[in-house]
């Protein structure tokens, strides 16, 4: 066998090994053995080992390779849809893609030593890629302002866990939707913001039905202004 052929041989056995550690990961956690996803995989132990000296380097690799996937897709998504719809796109996909790795995910958060550095890099091209999507889409007035990378990192997270615990994946895919929706500034079929429709209610002071500016966050007003606001307080006190 040649030199090249070796090469390309031994990139194949690497990409068996870490599609086969993927999937029993998922199955049955991070505790699958090297010798058992070996034996799945089809190849030697040594062969595992090779590639993969210990189950710390496999368990990084396997999600660097699944966040690589994931900045490969923000930048399919930015060449094909318009801003907002990326956003959404994007962050669907990888909620659905995230949904079954939860116990790879708990690896992160119960060592501190995480991200090791090849996980780190991956973890930063993605968030790059990500942020130029929600730069892109903001700049185009379809996503909230107020919005950061780690505001949609976060809800991918929290949506991924919801996708996974749920008994019905339909309801659970409703469910994420109605997370997303938040986020768009304008209605549309797809997004609707419920924040947006407050703007066009109307609401008046109790004290002397002045017309009040309704704001689309924080506590409603219930006056118009500190004067109604004391005379408010000095009937109820004298009451």
């Known amino acids: 066998m040649t ?3 070796e090469r390309a041989d031994s990139r194949r056995n690497r990409e068996i090994v870490l599609r086969t550690a993927a999937r029993l990961f998922a199955e049955d956690g991070p505790d699958v053995t090297l010798s058992r996803i070996a034996q799945r995989a089809g190849v030697g132990a040594g062969t595992v080992h090779r590639h993969f000296p210990s189950k710390e380097i496999l368990v990084e690799a396997v999600l660097a390779e699944h966040v690589e996937s994931l900045a490969a897709a923000a930048d399919r998504w930015a060449a094909h849809a318009a801003p907002g719809d990326a956003v ?3 962050l669907l996909e990888v909620i659905e893609k995230s949904a079954g790795r939860q116990p ?6 119960a060592d501190r030593g995480w991200p090791r550095t090849h996980l780190a890099g991956s973890v930063v091209r993605f968030r790059d890629a990500l942020d130029r999507l929600l730069g892109n889409a903001q700049r185009a007035g379809a996503i909230r302002s107020d919005v950061q990378v780690d ?12 996708v996974a615990a749920h008994r019905n994946r339909s309801r659970a895919t409703r469910l994420v939707r109605l997370l ?3 986020l768009r500034v304008t209605e549309s079929p797809v997004f609707r913001d419920s924040v947006s429709t407050r703007r066009h209610e109307t609401a008046h002071c109790v004290e002397c039905g002045t017309r009040l500016h309704v704001h689309p966050t924080g506590r409603p007003a219930r006056y118009c202004g500190p004067t109604c606001r004391q005379r408010a307080r000095r009937r109820r006190t004298a009451g």
């Open 104 to 109: 790879l995910c708990d690896v992160l958060t």
């Open 151 to 162: 505001d949609l990192c976060a809800l991918t997270v929290g949506a991924a866990t919801l």
């Open 88 to 90: 959404y796109g994007l």
């Open 180 to 182: 997303l929706d938040s």
């Open 3 to 5: 030199a090249t052929a």
